[in-house]
């Protein structure tokens, strides 16, 4: 069967429109965030994935821009619009389930009943993290999407990018993605 190529390559900033899917698990893992308050938050999150091996961020909502013409200057701090990560697909969509067509497994991050803990909790190898936004908390009609739902155990809340960055961190000691060669 011939593999389905998304039409973007890593590092592009695109819009898209509600279509038909258009990545499978080998985008995992990925993240989506809900209506994401603040663009450094969205940029922490691109760094994030490219030291932690994410591959795709989608966000909803139109607080954060990725055009470069905005003049509210709700937009990508500089850094992290630079080459350094360009190995990370960033989409602005609102519907982010219907992008993918394949195996994955939707993962709610958000301190819930019956949320299992992050140290005790077993990354599924084609997770998509979903984070609500800073000053709220996921949707219903995107919590219905997700198989599990996992909580960071912490005496406070977390800063949103801060919270991507233990999830990524944990899941790739916790798969043996990383060895002690690569951090030296």
């Known amino acids: 069967m011939k593999e389905e190529k998304p039409?973007?390559?890593l590092g592009d900033l695109k819009n898209v429109s509600k279509d038909s899917a258009i990545?499978?698990?080998?985008m995992t893992p990925a993240i989506i965030l809900h209506n994401p308050k603040y663009p450094h938050n969205v940029g922490g999150i691109v760094r994030a994935c490219s030291n932690f091996g994410g591959k795709l961020v989608i966000f909803t909502g139109d607080r954060v821009s990725l055009d470069p013409d905005k003049s509210k200057g709700y937009r990508l701090p500089r850094e992290e619009?630079?080459?350094?990560?360009q190995d990370i697909l960033l989409l602005n969509d609102d519907y982010p389930f219907n992008r993918f067509n394949g195996n994955v497994v939707p993962v709610a991050v958000?301190?819930?009943?019956?949320a299992?803990?992050?140290t005790y909790f077993h990354h599924p190898e084609n997770a998509v993290y979903v984070f609500g936004p800073e000053d709220g908390s996921i949707p219903q009609v995107m919590l219905?999407?997700?198989q599990r739902f996992l909580v960071i155990v912490s005496k406070h809340c977390l800063n949103l990018a801060a919270a991507v960055n233990v999830?990524?961190?944990?899941?790739i000691t916790k798969l043996g993605l990383v060895h002690r060669d690569q951090i030296l």
Request: aromatic content about 10%; glycine content about 0%; overall charge positive.
């Open 144 to 146: 219905r999407h997700c």
């Open 110 to 114: 958000e301190k819930r009943e019956n």
């Open 167 to 171: 999830v990524l961190a944990d899941r």
């Open 81 to 85: 619009r630079m080459k350094d990560y």
């Open 7 to 9: 039409e973007f390559k």
């Open 23 to 26: 990545f499978n698990e080998r």
């Open 116 to 118: 299992e803990p992050l």
